[in-house]
């Protein structure tokens, strides 16, 4: 589980994140939703520790982050697997040698079992077949799913996804998504997903922290946001027409039973 | 101001090569690296190396003859004068300046792209010490393969003054030989590795620290790319002064 407890962030005099007190549980699928610019990605900076909070705190499993030694947390990364934006895959490497690179950094296997390990999570995304390609070589998609195979490659306890399905169509955001919340559910992982994808949010979001101008606005499952009254969620949701008039329509067919 | 922006950048610069050397977390991806950054910056350098340092052995050798040769010179001035050049300036300082553009600009545009496109990010996340694993293979590299360039540079150098005499027949083959065994002290060759030894620690590390630390976009990566280039090709002229000076 993480925790946070009254975390800010400041840029000088712009505050970014707001008194954000939020619990992320384990073995769920934990979203960061709000508009470009509300601070998520800021959120999961301090969550990380790429970016050190102003003031508050970060609690993993109880154990405070931000006041670890500069070891400690070089320790703790290892227990996280972190999926960025641009999948951030190493372009002089190729599929497999991404995938082996935390295994031939921290573990202590031989390489038949780091290449076996690297093969066995390769698969976990459908990937047999890509490892001898480069990054260049391999659609959006296919990277992200690299990304994933990169980040569970260690175990983690805690995955970090910083906007997993952007530039993707919403077929492959589909796939995405379901792996994600698979490997969640296998490895009883905290998975902690940044994402504005609607189909994201009413898909798999299990546990949905909505940002609105650096501040925890709202918190709850996807369920609960059709019968919201939170006004700013729901024209953050429901933005589109479409979207408005299928949450009518779930409404009334809900109040006609 | 600019004082205190300059004395911000150097302590920057401190801080970056602190975690660049601290003892690798991995020795046998260390050694995969170093072999890597040897072959890319220094066996990949090998052939421009040649090409200038042939020609501009030839070129002094040429100039030497033209214009300082005359009744009143002993005969080896040419050959001594070029030998003097390529090796206390040209395959050092010179060659290194060059190397500056070729190599610095190579692990500005390497590391800033990467520092953008989260790689080094990616890094960091997964626990690893980004500086020590990106950085200091590359420096190591540099200052292993620097001493075999000097030579290859100052070789070729008097190669191709050779070529002068005997395909240009600017001055005679026995003149330039006697020219270029005249006084010789090897003191002169340890120098110019020694020189470039430090020149070496430039390049490899003040283009590392300008891409490491690129905030931003693919215009500052260029930005970063210029700047180191800049940066070292003046830290190299001005350590070439004292370098000269402590060493003579």
């Given at each position: 589980m993480i925790e946070t407890k009254n975390l800010c962030k400041s840029f000088e005099s712009r505050e970014?994140?707001?008194d954000i007190s939020t619990v992320f549980e384990d073995g769920k699928t934990n979203l960061i939703i709000g508009?470009?610019?509300?601070g998520k990605t800021v959120l999961m900076k301090n969550l990380v520790g790429l970016l050190d909070p102003t003031s508050g705190q970060v609690l993993y499993d109880g154990r405070d982050f931000v006041a670890m030694s500069k070891s400690e947390k070089v320790h703790m990364r290892r227990e996280m697997g972190m999926i960025f934006q641009s999948a951030a895959?190493?372009?002089?490497?190729?599929v497999l040698e991404n995938v082996m690179f935390p295994l031939d950094m921290f573990?202590?296997?031989n390489l038949r079992e780091r290449t076996k390990r690297a093969m066995d999570c390769l698969d976990r995304v459908n990937?047999?077949?890509?490892?001898?390609?480069?990054?260049?070589?391999?659609?959006g998609g296919m990277q992200k799913r690299v990304a994933i195979a990169r980040a569970i490659a260690l175990n983690p306890k805690y995955l970090f996804c910083d906007e997993?399905?952007?530039?993707?169509?919403p077929k492959t955001s589909l796939v995405i998504d379901d792996l994600l919340q698979g490997i969640t559910k296998e490895f009883n992982i905290t998975t902690i997903i940044n994402t504005h994808d609607m189909n994201s949010v009413m898909g798999i979001g299990e546990n949905i922290v909505f940002i609105y101008e650096g501040h925890k606005e709202w918190q709850g499952k996807s369920d609960e946001i059709m019968h919201s009254t939170n006004t700013r969620l729901t024209d953050f949701i429901f933005a589109s027409d479409l979207l408005k008039n299928m949450r009518q329509l779930v409404i009334e067919k809900e109040n006609t039973k | 101001m600019i004082i205190l922006k300059y004395l911000a950048i150097l302590g920057r610069y401190l801080i970056v090569m602190g975690r660049t050397?601290?003892?690798?977390?991995k020795m046998r991806m260390f050694f995969k690296s170093y072999v890597k950054e040897m072959a890319q910056l220094g066996v990949n350098s090998i052939g421009i190396v040649l090409l200038i340092s042939f020609f501009i052995g030839a070129v002094i050798c040429i100039q030497m003859k033209l214009n300082i040769q005359s009744?009143?010179?002993?005969?080896?001035v040419s050959g001594y004068t070029t030998r003097e050049i390529m090796l206390l300036e040209f395959s050092s300082s010179i060659m290194c300046l060059i190397l500056a553009g070729k190599v610095g600009s190579n692990i500005a545009s390497e590391l800033g792209t990467m520092r953008v496109t989260q790689q080094i990010d990616a890094l960091e996340i997964m626990g690893v010490n980004s500086a020590s694993y990106l950085i200091l293979p590359k420096i190591m590299g540099m200052l292993t393969i620097m001493p075999f360039l000097v030579i290859f540079s100052s070789a070729t150098g008097i190669l191709g003054a050779y070529a002068t005499a005997?395909?240009?027949?600017?001055?005679?083959p026995d003149d330039l030989t006697l020219g270029l065994q005249?006084?010789?002290?090897p003191w002169f060759m340890w120098m110019s590795i020694i020189k470039s030894q430090f020149f070496a620690f430039i390049i490899s590390s003040v283009p590392a620290f300008c891409g490491y630390t690129v905030e931003g976009g693919s215009v500052n990566v260029g930005k970063a790319s210029t700047d180191a280039v800049v940066t070292s090709s003046v830290l190299i002229l001005f350590s070439d002064v004292f370098l000269t000076q402590l060493l003579s």
């Open positions: 970014v994140l707001k508009q470009s610019g509300s895959l190493f372009d002089s490497m190729t573990s202590t296997m990937l047999v077949g890509a490892e001898e390609k480069f990054p260049g070589e391999i659609s997993p399905n952007s530039g993707l169509d | 050397f601290s003892v690798p977390e009744p009143w010179m002993p005969r080896w005997y395909v240009g027949h600017v001055l005679p005249h006084s010789f002290k």
